[in-house]
């Protein structure tokens, strides 16, 4: 079962931040916290993903609570090309399968 | 293109009947997964390939469902007997062995599966 609970919608304007949570209250010490992303009619797509530092690449930024509880995934400047549905998953090191929930569907508005 | 491919794209069968699906992973890829997505929902974990070896199934697996990977190259997805509630899109990904650290699977585009 997914660990990890995220709002089932959201909307951003185009050019702005978008902001995406995630509560995993329950992450034990040794769990990452990845994000993937899915666009309409593919398969989803890794983005980045943290143990307990900020981390940012050239998708996008994590910042992860000191707790670790809760952690948000920063679009900087986002376009229409980000509307996709975001999942954050929780996975200790070495796992090999994701588990998904059911993710924030991110709508990008011109 | 180098990424994971999947085919065919789009299924349509009659209950019933047998599908088999095939996924070309990443070459150089030893680890290969299945996934199962349906309408609303994330993907569900299906089973998991290193090399030829199958080394994990979900209990979602019925015995209806075979996947194998034969040479440790491309794997097939079997399902016989199909239902209803197998319709679905059926995902394919993978990864190199040894970045046990962190999770980046690649995935394919997906097969959709539609059962009349």
């Known amino acids: 079962d997914a660990k990890t609970t995220q709002p089932p919608s959201m909307d951003c304007a185009e050019g702005r931040a978008a902001n995406l949570p995630c509560n995993h209250s329950t992450i034990s010490g040794n769990e990452y916290v990845y994000w993937y992303r899915q666009i309409h009619s593919q398969g989803p797509q890794y983005i980045i993903h943290g143990l307990k530092n900020n981390e940012t690449n050239e998708m996008a930024s994590l910042i992860i609570t000191e707790d670790r509880k809760s952690s948000t995934l920063i679009l900087p400047h986002a376009t229409l090309r980000d509307t996709a549905v975001y999942y954050c998953?929780?996975?200790?090191?070495?796992?090999?399968?994701?588990?998904f929930g059911q993710g924030t569907r991110l709508t990008i508005n011109p | 293109d180098t990424g994971v491919s999947q085919n065919p794209r789009h299924k349509i069968t009659k209950r019933g009947q047998n599908v088999t699906f095939r996924c070309d992973p990443i070459s150089e890829h030893n680890r290969l997964y299945w996934y199962r997505q349906t309408l609303g929902q994330g993907p569900e974990f299906l089973t998991y390939?290193?090399?030829?070896?199958?080394?994990?199934k979900s209990r979602l697996l019925s015995d209806r469902f075979s996947a194998e990977r034969p040479k440790g190259s491309f794997s097939t997805l079997e399902i016989q007997r199909t239902e209803q509630g197998d319709s679905a899109m059926y995902l394919c990904a993978s990864n190199p062995e040894g970045r046990t650290i962190y999770n980046e699977q690649f995935f394919g585009p997906g097969t959709r599966l539609t059962v009349l």
């Open positions: 390939f290193q090399n030829e070896a199958q080394l994990e």
């Open positions: 998953i929780v996975s200790p090191s070495g796992a090999q399968k994701l588990v």
